[in-house]
């Protein structure tokens, strides 16, 4: 076990995501999002794994694509039954989609909007920063999920465009 207890970086300063100063990360098996962008935690304190999922996006966003099906599924059935437990899966995917915006853009995810706000990216959804507040601020609600889904579609279409002109400018 390579377990570590790391201070969360300028980069990442969000009391959303991190209540604490630190977190602990088994750099040996790092899940992205357990804890929350374990891959840029461990990149800004110079700690950085073999693979980035930035510089390798392609394998990593279908991790977090599966992923995020498989929440989505959770999330539609609690937010039907109208369960109160929806806020730790909703972080989870608004941590993914976080991931994939910045990740789809060859970049960390950057949770300072100072240094790299999202409408600054060139890969993303119509007013996406602007969505993305909203449903921060209203992580419970279904319509902060139904924004959220409609954000990983519109990603996903964007990312798979960007692929296709860049493998045609490739050949």
């Known amino acids: 076990m390579n377990e570590m207890t790391l201070s969360i970086p300028f980069q ?4 959303f995501f991190f ?6 990360i088994d750099a040996s098996h790092i899940i992205p999002y357990e804890p929350f962008f374990s891959y840029e935690v461990l990149y ?8 980035l999922p930035w ?12 992923s995020w099906r498989e929440g989505e599924e959770c999330l539609k059935t609690l937010f039907k039954k109208r369960s ?17 915006l910045f990740w789809s ?7 300072n909007s100072d240094i790299a706000p999202i409408d600054n990216l060139s890969i993303k959804p119509v007013n996406a920063g602007e969505r993305m507040s909203f449903i921060r601020n209203n992580p419970t609600l279904f319509h902060s999920f139904i924004q959220l889904s409609q954000l990983f579609e519109e990603q996903h279409k964007q990312y798979a465009k ?3 002109l860049k493998r045609a400018g490739e050949n």
């Open 55 to 66: 510089e390798d996006h392609e394998l990593f966003i279908g991790i977090i694509l599966k």
């Open 19 to 24: 209540p604490e100063s630190k977190v602990r």
């Open 84 to 100: 109160k437990d929806t806020l730790p899966l909703m972080k989870k995917s608004i941590a993914q989609v976080y991931m994939f």
């Open 44 to 51: 800004f304190n110079e700690e950085a794994p073999g693979s």
């Open 162 to 164: 960007s692929l296709v």
């Open 12 to 15: 990442l300063i969000d009391p």
């Open 105 to 111: 853009n060859s970049m960390p995810v950057i949770l």
